[in-house]
């Protein structure tokens, strides 16, 4: 079992200062060691993640979701914890889904657990519903299974696996990244239903920056195309 100390969670944060302070509270009421990862916010977030009892990790100027979660994990590794519980600042996982990673985790032979929203999709916009499904069935056709959610940054993972598989890129792209790394290393991945909620804020995703990007490294990495 699971115990409380042995999992941290990692907020990667960017001006979340509507968000945070609830969803730090609502996180601790599950698991007590929140981390978050302050990626050159310009409004009181890391202010307000530790008035509600977090702890902060700073970029002194935005480096990206990629950027932050390796900052996050790095320090979660220092700190002794065994796993990572990743969450988006926005507000749109539901810290009341975290038994749901924490029951799979269960199986010992797991090492990365990922949120599938796709069940009830209701507040992502029809075109990131549309995007998300498309590169999600391009992924599963690449790793050779279904990966219903290939987007969602809810995420519980081991860290000992974490750390021997490579993760290089910034953005938003480290979602696909991650899941494919995982795969490539011989890792055990689930899904496992949570819901979405509304963002507090406008997304910071740039359709036409960020889809280059995915697209870039689609293309560049090995297997790209399939």
Request: positive net charge.
């Amino acid at each position: 079992m699971i115990g409380p100390e042995d999992c941290i969670v990692v907020i990667p944060c960017l001006d979340e200062a509507a968000s945070i302070g609830a969803l730090v509270q609502g996180v601790r009421r599950h698991l007590p060691r929140v981390l978050v990862v302050d990626d050159g916010s310009s409004d009181a977030t890391a202010a307000l993640a530790r008035a509600a009892g977090a702890t902060v990790e700073a970029h002194p100027r935005n480096l990206g979701k990629g950027a932050a979660l390796r900052t996050g994990l790095t320090a979660a590794m220092r700190l002794g914890a065994d796993r990572a519980l990743l969450m988006d600042g926005d507000g749109q996982h539901a810290p009341d889904d975290i038994p749901h990673f924490l029951a799979a985790a269960e199986d010992d032979n797991i090492d990365l657990i990922v949120g599938n929203r796709m069940g009830n999709p209701v507040a992502l916009s029809p075109v990131r519903r549309w995007v998300n499904r498309w590169m999600s069935r391009r992924i599963s056709r690449r790793v050779g299974f279904p990966c219903p959610d290939s987007q969602c940054g809810f995420r519980l993972l081991r860290l000992a696996a974490w750390s021997v598989v490579s993760l290089r890129l910034d953005h938003y792209e480290v979602e696909s990244e991650m899941l494919i790394a995982f795969v490539a290393s011989g890792r055990q991945v689930r899904f496992v239903p949570v819901g979405c909620l509304p963002s507090c804020r406008p997304s910071h995703i740039r359709p036409l920056a960020d889809s280059w990007r995915w697209f870039r490294w689609w293309f560049g990495s090995p297997g790209g195309g399939s």
